[in-house]
């Protein structure tokens, strides 16, 4: 099975979106938050192997980790950025769809990395 290397993007600001999001309800939903990490986990064991219902591809590079406690839909929005490379960008709750202007903010953190992955890169071992 592939070993993939998963980096969280850290923003020119250096917040860490993903890291941020986790936080804003790591102590009120731990339940949720550690289902987060869960997939995660499972990322870095099966990278593009791995698929639904744990993940799925939505468009133009962009994926989703996607996980459910009780009515509430957790997703993490992530891409490859290289063979075995993963790149969280973005999270969120959802009911049905992952609105565009997600997808569309995850693509531009993407392309931000590609352009310098030492800038925009965070890893919870750094």
């Known amino acids: ?3 993939t290397e998963v980096f969280f993007f850290q923003d020119d600001d250096k917040s860490v979106p993903v890291l941020d999001w986790l936080n804003s309800f790591r102590e009120r939903k731990e339940r949720a938050f550690k289902k987060c990490f869960g997939l995660i986990r ?3 064991e099966f990278g593009h192997e791995l698929r639904r219902p ?4 939505l468009r133009d590079g962009v994926y989703e980790l996607r996980t459910k406690v009780g ?4 997703r993490i929005l992530y ?8 790149l969280l960008a973005a999270g969120l709750t959802k009911e049905k769809q992952v609105p565009a202007a ?5 693509i531009a953190r993407i392309a ?5 992955p030492k800038k925009y890169r965070f890893t919870l071992r750094s």
């Open 42 to 44: 499972l990322l870095e």
């Open 1 to 3: 099975m592939p070993q």
């Open 79 to 86: 891409g490859f950025v290289g063979e075995n490379v993963g």
């Open 54 to 57: 744990r993940a799925d591809y």
């Open 102 to 106: 997600e997808i569309e903010k995850a």
């Open 112 to 116: 931000k990395y590609k352009s310098d």
């Open 71 to 74: 009515n509430v839909n957790y």
